[in-house]
């Protein structure tokens, strides 16, 4: 069982591509709740679309009230709980990260993302301290072109992989047509045809490394705190 939640106050940045990216391709070997708290319902919309993966469900999230309870009912029912969380601070981000076991905190590579994605840890690092637990976490870079990256671009990312007391995903997710095309024709890339979408094939592989660090990660987390127990 895990609890992985998405987010960064800035919005735009890649929270619910990402999460829904994650949670279709664990769902191809895992049963997956999908906790969407983004207000604009965008996995609750995409869910309505066919080539929902069978081992997925996408639950709506009501308010920060019913969150906790929210988490409590899908970690019963899924090995991997995945929360989309609105682009804005507020009690329930907060409410969520308490009870994660990764929190992914996606970023364009951009000053103001990068600057919410500071935001953001300042806030993962307040929660650890309110809940005197540690909440792991790692910075996603999303949205990367996967030619003629900017000099800004890669300034900004190297900064956060240069500083080590900030943890970052070695893969990056790209600005790929298949990801957004998910949300207009619904299902998984993994339902997708070549023929529909440019570079499939890199897309898919650019997912599996995300997923395998994902996993990686929670393993590690989980054995240092067994150490520490
Ligand atoms: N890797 C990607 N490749 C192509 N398009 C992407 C990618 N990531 C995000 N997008 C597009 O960028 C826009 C914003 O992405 P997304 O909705 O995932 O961000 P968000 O952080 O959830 O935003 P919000 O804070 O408004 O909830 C969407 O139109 C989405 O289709
Ligand atoms: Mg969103």
Redesign the pocket.
Known sequence: MAVISFA?S?????????ALLLACELANTKRVTIIDA?P?H?ITTWATLTGVPENLTVVTNESEKTILDEIEAAVEQSTFVII?L??TASRLMSYAMSQSDLVVV?AKEQQQDALAALDVIKEIHRDMKANRRDIPYAVLF??SKVVAKSRTARFISQQFRDNPKIDTFKTE?????A??AM?AVGGSIRTMSSKDVNNLDAAQRNVEAFTAEIIAKLRANREKAQQVA
């Open positions: 960064n800035k919005g735009g940045s890649g929270k619910t591509t990402s983004d604009r965008p989309d609105e682009g996606p999303t949205q997710i790209f600005e790929r047509d990801y957004s949300f």
